[in-house]
């Protein structure tokens, strides 16, 4: 939520509470001080969530920052001394009190809810404050090496004036990145160097043809005198600052595997996922030509990315009230140390530590999902097991369900069934009653079936990994709605239903194949034909009686595997 601080504006913050008279009284002062000392342009929105995620900006020309008058309510609580105020300053922002942590010595401000210090001209000239970058991935590609590359940095700020990202390059790396940029020079590659360096701030979409290439990005470089000029703003000492540009986050798949995935793979790469305070930022493309963004991002489908990123959030344990765009965030400040009342010391905010290349951490890599036949060439996630299943646990974790590997609770084989798992009308299922009738006449009397049909969207987050983490089989169509069989257990079984037509050139389209059958706690199973698309492009048979008799015979199958798993069925939960 982001307000031009007016009189009604800043009530409508602070009345949900129960205030007293002076509490009120200190918030009319507050409103006569800004309509003394500033004053705003109007903050419109036509759509809910446009200043959340990304999308048109009516910022008041005076404000340097991503919340209009953020630095200067700040000021004013400061200068006007509200009692029990200081700690309440930043609700004009939507970030409650008990949103807002601190830290021993960070008391001169917040970016994004996290505490900030402010280091002096000459503290960072002391220091010789300055920068570092460490990438890893190069594969010596002139062309395509950005792709596959992700770095690490050692005081990364970003610039609340031109809402990029800042590298302060020191005498020394100067010195390396003009060596670097000596063309008689061959073949010198240190994987430390600034100069003509770059990575992909997204994963790789491949569906964007000749627009891949506006991914590639690296921080600006700038000489490290400049922070000595005005110091800068320092996040605490266990912070990574992350952007990131996210590939589809507006599709549970596309969320899960192309941003969370990649995400969680660079931080734990460099070693920085655990006892981290991270702080996330979707990084807002500036395209002249393109104002919309690219095809398919969150740039372009702004509402629906914030409803599916706020509900799965909790996956990767963002705050969303500490989350933000790089063109809509918190920076709130008080007066300096002189009392001049709303005074920025620095337009920078820097974290000790940061990462940011996404490019083919994703589970595709630079391929498409498998539309192409040319997806089924290579693997890409060969040798990766262990870190998806790490990956599933680490989400699970956040969100408090158990990781533990599957169990047959008093001899029921829980079988769950998503229904509308993709909107894609050749794989919409509304049932799969055709399915499941033979299933029941042939299998019921042989095991306890507990088979639940759901549609995954309709329920919480929580109960969506709640129930699917007690599936013994779970039955979905391929999609980004499949996501959810990430969280299955160890011992569990896939089946993926899939049209055998509706690839390129009438191919198969087994999605995100190369992320299922990379999972060696899950065994997967690929089920053509799901139903029969007479008018769309899917499968103009659709399935017969042999395609009914295999899921019932695989079925069969895998229930005798898992009832040989547990010899010893746990007790029904009292």
Not at 92 to 102: C, P, Q, W
Not at 126 to 153: L, M, P, V
Not at 327 to 348: H, L
Not at 548 to 574: K, M
Request: hydrophobic share 35%.
């Amino acid at each position: 939520m982001r307000r031009s601080p007016s009189a009604r504006g800043i009530a409508s913050y602070f009345l949900p509470a129960v205030v007293s008279a002076a509490f009120l009284v200190c918030l009319l002062q507050i409103a006569s001080f800004h309509s003394q000392h500033t004053q705003y342009s109007p903050s419109v929105r036509s759509e809910r969530g446009f200043e959340q995620f990304g999308g048109p900006s009516s910022i008041g020309a005076g404000n340097t920052t991503g919340s209009v008058g953020s630095k200067k309510n700040g000021a004013a609580v400061e200068k006007i001394g509200c009692p029990d105020l200081k700690e309440n300053k930043l609700e004009e922002d939507g970030i409650k009190k008990k949103e807002v942590d601190h830290a021993d010595g960070f008391t001169d401000g917040f970016f994004n809810g996290h505490p900030l210090r402010y280091r002096s001209p000459a503290e960072t000239a002391s220091a010789s404050y300055h920068s570092t970058s460490h990438c890893i991935g190069d594969n010596f590609s002139e062309e395509y090496s950005w792709q596959h590359k992700s770095c690490q940095f050692q005081n990364f700020c970003f610039d609340t004036e031109t809402h990029e990202f800042v590298l302060f390059a020191s005498p020394e790396q100067r010195a390396l990145d003009e060596i670097i940029g000596n063309k008689n020079l061959t073949f010198f590659s240190p994987s430390t160097g600034m100069r003509g360096n770059f990575i992909s701030i997204g994963g790789i979409n491949a569906k964007l043809g000749n627009d891949v290439p506006l991914l590639k990005w690296f921080p600006t470089v700038i000489d490290s005198e400049e922070a000595e000029k005005s110091g800068v703003y320092e996040l605490p000492p266990d912070s990574v600052l992350t952007p990131f540009h996210s590939l589809g986050g507006f599709n549970p798949g596309h969320l899960v595997w192309d941003d969370w995935l990649p995400l969680y793979t660079i931080l734990s790469s460099f070693g920085l996922l655990e006892g981290r305070r991270h702080v996330y930022m979707r990084y807002i493309m500036k395209l002249e030509s393109k104002q919309r963004g690219l095809w398919a991002s969150c740039d372009w489908k702004v509402l629906q990315c914030e409803k599916i990123m706020e509900k799965f959030m909790p996956l990767m344990a963002i705050n969303k009230t500490k989350f933000s765009t790089t063109q809509n965030f918190t920076f709130a400040v008080g007066a300096d140390r002189g009392g001049k009342v709303g005074a920025t010391r620095s337009k920078y905010v820097c974290s000790p530590t940061g990462v940011a290349g996404l490019g083919s951490a994703t589970d595709h890599g630079t391929k498409t999902h498998g539309w192409e036949p040319k997806d089924y060439d290579s693997s890409h996630n060969s040798n990766r097991a262990a870190s998806l299943y790490a990956f599933r646990n680490y989400m699970l974790t956040n969100i408090g369900v158990s990781t533990a590997p599957l169990r047959v609770v008093e001899g029921r084989y829980r079988i769950v069934v998503s229904l509308h798992s993709s909107v894609a009308s050749a794989r919409d299922m509304s049932n799969f009653n055709k399915h499941l009738k033979p299933l029941r006449e042939r299998l019921g009397n042989k095991y306890n079936l507990d088979i639940i049909s759901k549609d995954m969207s309709k329920l919480s987050l929580v109960e969506q990994v709640e129930l699917v983490s007690s599936a013994a089989i779970y039955v979905t169509t391929a999609g980004g709605g499949a996501v959810t069989a990430t969280f299955l257990p160890r011992g569990a079984s896939l089946f993926v239903f899939f049209q055998d037509e509706e690839g390129d050139n009438s191919s198969p389209a087994r999605l995100d194949w190369d992320f299922f059958n990379h999972l060696a706690y899950v065994r997967t199973h690929w089920m053509p034909r799901p139903k029969q698309t007479p008018t769309v492009k899917g499968s103009k048979a659709g399935p017969s009686e042999l395609d009914f008799e295999s899921f019932v015979r695989l079925v069969d199958h895998e229930l005798d595997i898992i009832s040989h798993l547990e010899p010893f069925p746990l007790p029904a939960t009292p």
